[in-house]
């Protein structure tokens, strides 16, 4: 027996399913796609954090050189009795303060490199060389584009964006499929059948060959009459959930937007801040040099010289603090545009 039947027309249940499964499909990827994003911004930000801890602990250790010779200075100046012993003492605590922060920096680039292992699929421990965070300038870059441009594209390509806009389709292609499941369909029937089964007139009465034969080919119209209103209810629901969706997708549109802007400010403001940082560096050594000088020559005092070896700390540790502030924008701004896997941030 050979049986066939072909759907000839079912007012788009097909073509609606098709496009349901291949709506699905394109917001799996974009969500993989998001994703990666976002293991990447973690594990890129994870490694300027542990720039950022090593060029601190290498920052703490000058200051803990600089506030050492200090204190042998004022220690000489007390042992020649043209110093009172407070300035040792004074010179000493200072010492010991960066004795102390050179500690917790170690501690914190160790924690910070362990954060980088695990990032890489390392045990914490695992050693990891890593580059201090130069203190060079970093390079300004202008973009291509326009703000309003960039906004614009990533509210259009952002992976975020693209998953809810495929959730959204999906959720009308399913609302089309459901309706057209309560709607007639066309179907092309055919059969062949041969039947060679032995024939009897009756229970226990001897058998008698026989063969059948039946064959045809024909329309078969079916046509749901009635659903007790479940179909209704069923179509209903679909479309809250595709409106649900519209609205995921003009949220995502909204908020990709945001993001972005917020990062290109953030941006901006680390870029100047790079700048401010260095004048200010520049600035604390060269006042530092001035009291060293004038403590050694008799003239300054101890307040003076320790104040400025705090300053030059302060802006040290800032100045770092700066450029990793900047690595970090970049980073983020490349991840709201959804372009981490591009060599720079659309910035020439």
Known sequence: SLSLNWLLFDFGGREATLRNAHALLVAAQATEDATLQAVFDTAAKDYYAAQAAIGALAAARDVEQMTDASLAAAQARSNRGVAPITDALQAQTQHEQAVLNLTQARGQALTALGALASDMDLTPGTPLRVPAVTEDKPPVKTFTQTI??????VRQSHPAVKA????????????????????PSITLVAQD???????????????????????YVGVQVSVKLFEGFSRQYQIEQAQAQAEQQRYAFDDARQKVA?????????LSTATQNVTHSENLLAIAAQAWQAARKRYDSGVGSILELM????????????HIQAITDWHYARVDLASKLGQLDAADVQAH
């Not at 809810?164 to 709607?183: E, F, N």
């Not at 059948?193 to 039946?214: E, I, K, R, V, W």
């Not at 945001?258 to 953030?266: E, F, K, V």
């Open 148 to 153: 309003t441009a960039m906004i614009e594209a």
């Open 164 to 183: 809810a806009q495929a959730q959204y389709q999906a959720a009308l292609a399913k609302a089309a499929q459901i309706r057209a499941q309560g709607l």
């Open 193 to 215: 059948s041969l039947d060679n089964q032995p024939q009897s007139m009756g229970l226990g009465l001897p058998t008698y060959p026989a063969t059948g034969h039946q064959a």
């Open 258 to 266: 945001l993001d972005m802007w917020s990062s290109y400010q953030t």
């Open 307 to 318: 104040n400025t070896q705090a300053a030059l700390a302060n802006a040290r540790q800032r």
